[in-house]
Each structure stands twice: as C-alpha cells, then as structure tokens.
C-alpha cells in the first residue's frame, strides 16, 4: 500500500512538472532562416535573443526565399519573420494552398514604405509629388538615383521613364547599388543639392537622414507609398508542438522605427544579435506585449527571466 502510494505521488508530481513546463525539450532549439536583408537580421535578433532568455537556443539559417520556404514545409526551419506581402505572394501562395505553411494573421510589421524620396529641404522647396520631379529637372540635373541593376524598385523607375509617365521622358536612371545610392545622397545633402531617389522604410536612413516620401506614385509603386506588410510563417502545426514558443512568435509586432534604430549598428558590420541585446537594454518596455502570456522553456514567468537576462549581458 505503501509503495503504491509513494508510486502514485510521484506520477502526480510527473504530471504537474510536466503541466507546468512551457514546452517540451524537443522545442528548445528554435530555428529562424533570415534571406540577408538587414530588416529581417533586425528582427530575427531581437526575438533570438528574448527566446534565449527564456532558456531555448535559436538558431539561424542564411537562405534564399524559395529555400526558406521549402525549409519551413520539410519542417527544418520553425519562424520566418520576413514574408513581405505583396512582393513574396506569388512564391509563398502555393506552400499556402498546400496546407504545408502556416502565415499568421497579424502583420508582425505595418507601414513599411518603398517608393521615391527626397530630402528635407528639397521637399520644403516644392517637390513633394511625383508631378513635381519634371517642373525642378534643372535641379535634379535630370537624374533619379535608384540601386543595384536588375533591382525591382529600379525597373519600375525605368518604366515610368520609358513611358513618359509624369513628362519624366527625359530624365535618365542612375543605377549603382544601395551604398552607391546613399553616397550620393549623403553627398547631395551635405552640398544642400536637389536629388530625388529610390527610398525605403524600414531602413536606417530614416533616421540618418532628414527625408520625405513622395505623394502621388500610386501608380507606380502602389498606394501608401508602396505600402507593404510583413508577416511571419512557420510549419502550420508549430503552435500545436511548441505552443509557448509560438505564444512569442505570434505576440512579436515591430514597427519601422524599431527595425530603422536595430538596424543602424546592423548596417555596420555589428552582429545582430548585439544590436538586439542593445536596443533591449535602453527599450524594455517593448518586452510587456512581447512576453505576455509566455514562460521560459522551464515553465516559469517569462517577463522577470528575460530582463533579468538583458540586464546581466
């Protein structure tokens, strides 16, 4: 009777570590792809490293879209925090219909920009339409700087010329590469020279920089100034398996300054998980939403654990 009893307690003691474990151990490693844009380094840095203050071991893997998502279908990668919608519909969609990714309903970014900008004082002096690039092509020496050849954003600049489309016939694309772009941004600036250019939010040169977007591209690179939305996809029984972890995942909402301030150290050769630690410490009121509701991988209150973490590293 004894023994069965001694038994009996240390099933009920099994049972209630086992209810207040957060997720099991085969959920500890969780793995992030990241397809080498500086804003999915930002973000993927930060949620690494809150998961390793709540005792898991994130990962990451470098890799192409079409690689990314054929990882999440296979169930080697678990969070993918970059699909950009619209510009990634038409690869994801079929894995979507499949039933073999899952994209939360929550945009984890909102109000991303991509169209054309100028500075600050070039829009204060009147261009701040894409009607009003023509009227100043003195000024602009006839030119719109976009980046790197073969680039989207560039082949819609192109085609706008091409087309005449806002008398912008005559001018002519510079085509470089984003750092080639800035320098001459950088530059015009620093000479109070009118240039306009291919721009983008998030980005840290949105912070660097005092820039403005232009109005009246709809046309071009679609309304809100090219408006895109970013969401998060992982194998769609994920929550079912790890449901804490995916608990994180899902509250994990960034906004573009956050992503444009990560960034900057990121854009210097700085890992990113550094970048993250760093934000954190200087911004952990971000934390409340992030965690609310998540433990750590033990079964414990998440908040304390992964404050205590940034403020001990």
Not at 50 to 71: C, R
Not at 98 to 105: F, M, P, Q, R
Request: some cysteine; charged content about 20%; overall charge positive.
């Amino acid at each position: 009777m004894k023994r069965k009893l001694m038994m009996a307690a240390a099933l009920l003691g099994t049972a209630a570590a086992t209810a207040h474990a957060a997720d099991p151990a085969v959920c500890r490693n969780v793995r992030f792809a990241d397809v080498g844009w500086t804003d999915i380094a930002a973000t993927t840095g930060l949620a690494s490293t809150i998961f390793q203050g709540l005792g898991y071991n994130p990962t990451k893997t470098i890799a192409s879209v079409p690689i990314t998502f054929a990882g999440i279908k296979s169930k080697q990668i678990d969070v993918f925090l970059g699909y950009w919608a619209p510009t990634m519909d038409p690869i994801i969609q079929p894995f979507v219909k499949a039933g073999s990714i899952k994209v939360l309903a929550t945009p984890n970014l909102t109000g991303a920009k991509y169209t054309l900008a100028v500075p600050d004082y070039v829009y204060n002096g009147g261009l701040k339409n894409f009607s009003d690039i023509q009227k100043y092509a003195d000024k602009l020496d006839g030119k719109v700087y976009g980046i790197e050849p073969g680039n989207d954003g560039n082949a819609l600049i192109k085609k706008m010329i091409d087309g005449n489309q806002f008398g912008l016939g005559k001018f002519k694309l510079v085509e470089s590469s984003e750092a080639g772009m800035l320098v001459e941004v950088n530059r015009a600036i620093r000479e109070k020279k009118w240039i306009v250019f291919l721009g983008w939010e998030p980005h840290p040169m949105n912070v660097q920089m005092k820039i403005d977007y232009l109005a009246g591209g709809d046309d071009v690179f679609g309304p809100n100034y090219g408006e895109a939305k970013v969401f998060t996809a992982t194998p769609p029984d994920y929550a079912q398996r790890c449901p804490n972890a995916a608990k994180l995942v899902s509250n994990l909402q960034f906004t573009t300054s956050i992503e444009n301030h990560v960034m900057v150290p990121i854009m210097n050769k700085e890992d990113a998980n550094k970048a993250a630690l760093a934000w954190l410490k200087t911004n952990p009121q971000a934390l409340d939403k992030w965690l609310a509701g998540v433990q750590t991988i033990d079964g414990k209150d998440g908040l304390p654990a992964v404050k205590s973490y940034i403020a001990a590293h």
